[in-house]
């Protein structure tokens, strides 16, 4: 494979599905500063997350001219044809691979609303914000702003935004229908 020089070995203890690695940050950082040529990994499957995932970070090599190679001679430098063949086959089982997973959501979706299933927020799960109602808009009413409602009462700024908009929506229902 030629001669190189081994500036480095990292070994990646997190598993290969979460999202903070932290080996893999430090390598991707030589990588960015143009301190490395080429990284080389165990299998490919080891480097990326998903598929997504490894294309995305070739894709950053690829920008600062860095080769990943696996050791069993696969080498995804897309400076070569083949490189580019591989990571555009890549990309498009990707690509595939959330389209397909769409779909199975979308029919998974469908057939749980077709058993009855309701999704979102249901009338009555705002349990906390019911029952702190009557205190916030009476706070209103004394002239406090909302922030500070929301730091006394342990609410969140929209939650009391929300309880003082639904109560001037019923307000101005009632007034419609006098």
């Known amino acids: 494979m030629g001669d190189f020089?081994?500036?480095?070995?990292?070994?990646?203890t997190v598993s290969g599905t979460k999202h903070d690695r932290a080996e893999r940050s430090k390598v991707m950082a030589l990588a960015q500063s143009h301190s490395i040529d080429a990284i080389l990994v165990t299998e490919m499957t080891r480097w990326?997350?998903?598929?997504?995932?490894?294309?995305?970070t070739l894709q950053d090599l690829h920008s600062w001219h860095v080769s990943l190679i696996a050791q069993t001679g696969l080498q995804f430098d897309l400076n070569t044809p083949q490189g580019r063949l591989i990571a555009h086959l890549m990309a498009s089982l990707a690509e595939f691979e959330r389209d397909l997973l769409r779909e199975r959501v979308r029919s998974g979706v469908a057939a749980a609303k077709a058993r009855g299933q309701k999704f979102g927020r249901q009338p009555g799960q705002r349990i906390k914000a019911d029952k702190l109602g009557p205190k916030v808009l009476q706070m209103v009413g004394d002239g406090y702003s909302y922030r500070k409602i929301a730091e006394k009462l342990n609410l969140s700024k929209t939650t009391?935004?929300?309880?003082?908009?639904?109560?001037?929506?019923s307000e101005q229902k009632s007034e419609l229908e006098k």
């Open 48 to 56: 990326g997350r998903s598929t997504i995932d490894l294309i995305e």
């Open 160 to 169: 009391v935004n929300d309880i003082v908009k639904r109560h001037r929506q």
């Open 5 to 12: 020089e081994v500036i480095g070995v990292w070994k990646e």
